[in-house]
């Protein structure tokens, strides 16, 4: 059932995969087991995603499908399986005066689904509130997300700021937005751009991949 | 330049802009006043006070337009008028003095003002549905509208029970606070009216004369929300179709207003079509024909689409291509000009596309670089407008000024 499962979630047949997760664990299924295909699942939207079949409203109903399943779970985990170890952390917001989030929960979920721990900072975030957020949770990757073209300088200061803190070395630095570019992350002093949540997801693989 | 009158002057801007439109090659290539917020930020003038004083933002638009002097002007229409918005308490929106640092540009918020199960009460009454649903989930002051009687039931004997509805202390609250903002609004388009016919006297035309919205972001903007209009794509595909054919009749009324204007552009604001939003088969079952439709309407009223997409569009140029040749514009933000140019060359003409980080944080020379390349490719044998990639709120004076001057020299057809 669970091979069934995945492929129920993967092909976005919504109202199919929750009924199929409620009788799987009617049945007496491992909630784990449940909770695997639905992160099995995701790999291969993610794969989807990569190859242009799926896009955002694909990612948007997978993720409504994982939380729904999550909470068909959840009363059953009778202890906290043992997650594995995640491949690392990713702090990740909106910088200071922009206030979109679509893009940024996006990736947020994306390289939540791909097993890394992500620290969702929310919007209008002020650079001295990504520099503590650096402190306390010691992220491999910062994300930092705009829209607006006042980003560019929101995400500039941001990254002085970390600079000055004397954290740049122990992050790396991604951008993402619709009218960013390799030009912009260059002016920002980023390390990378990257146009979508699985490129996205590649940098951080690529950034903690000797982890 | 001096010499020339401005009567003068603004005829051949505007004969430049229609000619570049028609894909008959112009004296020059046209360059536009590429702004959002820009001439605030150019003249010294806080977003906050923009928004908020209507003689000072037309002041600053002035400055603008003297100093750079592009061949066509938005003017302070996009400096939405805070006092009505403070009035009507908008819900979804921020702006500078309201949610927003003073010279933070104004942002729109996410919300749902339509449910999925509304979908039938808005194809059967649009109207009804945005009077008793939409406007009091928009804007709280006039909630008391929820009870504002369907007018198509008013017919016969039914006008009896109709008008009673308007007795209720709660629509009338929220007809005197409408009746305060529209005549804050009056004020506001009094001051856009004034300052058009300020620019013209200069010889300077106005970059629209209509603005509108493809008719999948007119239900997906205000009334769905962005996640649940895509995720209805795949959720409830038969009840977007029908509301996508009401959303396309209400998407000619409003770009119905270009037409019979001198320069009749109907600017429409292009946003889930772009790159990312969905798949190419998705657009072209939800998005594209709507669109075209729409704007085949349009068109057939002798108005000129200019469809501003908000980021890149390759994966579209194919559809895009689909319109009668030299009636359309296409502002194509960030995506590749050549392409552009390669598809859509002889079909439509195509705007844009100095990035606005070149125009940030480059110098003048790279500025002029940049432009030379668009020119010299896009802008071969006309069907090329100049502009930023996307509208300016801040970019160095130099190196706005290097992108119109340039042009002015360099885009000379000889």
Redesign the interface.
């Known amino acids: 059932m669970k091979e069934q499962l995945i492929k129920t979630i993967a092909d ?1 047949n ?1 109202e199919e995969a929750l009924k199929l997760a409620q009788a799987m664990l009617d049945a007496g299924e491992d909630p784990q087991t449940v909770l695997d295909a639905g992160k099995e699942a995701m790999t291969l939207v993610g794969e989807r995603y990569e190859h ?7 990612l ?2 997978a993720g ?1 499908m994982l939380k729904a399943i999550g909470d068909l779970v959840k009363p059953k985990l009778l202890a906290q399986a043992a997650q594995s170890e995640p491949l690392g952390k990713v702090v990740l917001g909106t910088v200071a ?7 940024k929960d996006i990736v947020g979920f994306m390289l939540d689904v791909n097993n890394f721990e992500v620290v969702d900072l929310g919007v209008d975030v002020a650079a001295e509130k990504f520099v503590r957020a650096i402190q306390d949770a010691k992220p491999d990757v910062v994300g930092l997300s705009g829209f ?3 980003a ?2 929101q995400m500039k200061v941001t990254v002085e700021a970390i600079k000055e803190a004397g954290l740049r070395d122990r992050v790396k630095i991604m951008i993402g937005g ?2 960013m ?1 390799d ?2 992350a260059q ?1 920002v002093g980023a390390d990378a751009y990257g ?2 949540a699985t490129a996205a997801v590649k940098l951080a693989k690529s950034w903690t991949g000797g982890k | 330049m001096s010499e020339k009158s401005p009567a003068e002057l603004y005829a051949e801007r505007v004969k430049r802009v229609l000619d570049v439109a028609a894909l008959r090659v112009p004296d020059r290539v046209p360059v536009f006043g590429p702004y959002q917020l820009y001439p605030y930020t150019f003249a010294g003038v806080t977003f906050v006070d923009a928004m908020n004083d209507y003689a000072l933002a037309r002041e600053a638009c002035h400055k603008f337009q003297d100093y750079f002097q592009p061949d066509l002007d938005f003017g302070p229409i996009l400096a939405y008028p805070a006092p009505a918005m403070e009035l009507l308490d908008i819900k979804w929106f921020k702006w500078p003095g309201h949610g927003l640092d003073d010279n933070t540009m104004y942002q729109y918020i996410e919300s749902e003002n339509m449910t999925a199960d509304e979908y039938d009460e808005f194809v059967y009454d649009p109207s009804h549905f945005l009077m008793a649903k939409w406007l009091p989930r928009s804007f709280p002051p006039l909630q008391g509208l929820a009870g504002w009687p369907a007018v198509r039931t008013f017919m016969w004997f039914g006008w009896t029970g109709g008008f009673v509805g308007l007795a209720s202390p709660d629509v009338q609250q929220a007809l005197r606070n409408a009746a305060a903002a529209g005549e804050e609004l009056g004020r506001w388009f009094a001051s856009i009216g004034q300052y058009a016919g300020e620019m013209v006297a200069k010889g300077t035309p106005q970059l629209y004369a209509a603005f509108d919205w493809p008719p999948f972001d007119i239900i997906g903007d205000t009334l769905r929300g962005t996640r649940q209009i895509l995720a209805d794509m795949r959720r409830r595909p038969d009840k977007l179709h029908a509301a996508l054919e009401v959303a396309t009749r209400i998407f000619v009324e409003y770009g119905s207003g270009a037409a019979g204007a001198e320069l009749p552009l109907c600017w429409i604001w292009m946003h889930k079509g772009t790159r990312n939003f969905m798949s190419d088969a998705q657009f072209k079952e939800f998005y594209w024909p709507y669109l075209r439709q729409g704007m085949l309407a349009l068109i057939d009223k002798g108005i000129i689409p200019v469809v501003y997409c908000e980021a890149d569009v390759e994966s579209r140029l194919e559809d895009f291509a689909d319109v009668p040749p030299g009636k359309v514009i296409y502002h194509v933000s960030t995506t590749d000009m050549v392409k552009a140019k390669a598809v859509l060359g002889g079909i439509a003409a195509i705007a844009g596309n100095v990035p606005n980080v070149i125009l940030l944080s480059g110098t003048p020379d790279d500025v002029r670089e940049y432009c030379q390349k668009l020119i010299d490719t896009a802008g071969k044998d006309g069907g090329f407008i100049m502009d930023a990639a996307v509208m300016l709120d801040e970019a160095r004076p130099e190196n706005l000024k290097a992108m119109i001057d340039f042009t002015k020299e360099y885009g000379v057809y000889r």
Do not use: Q
């Open positions: 976005m919504e242009k079949e799926f896009f955002l409203p694909e948007i109903i409504d005066g922009d206030i979109h989030d679509l893009g607006l073209t006042l560019f300088d619709a009218i570019d030009t912009a002016y146009p979508d």
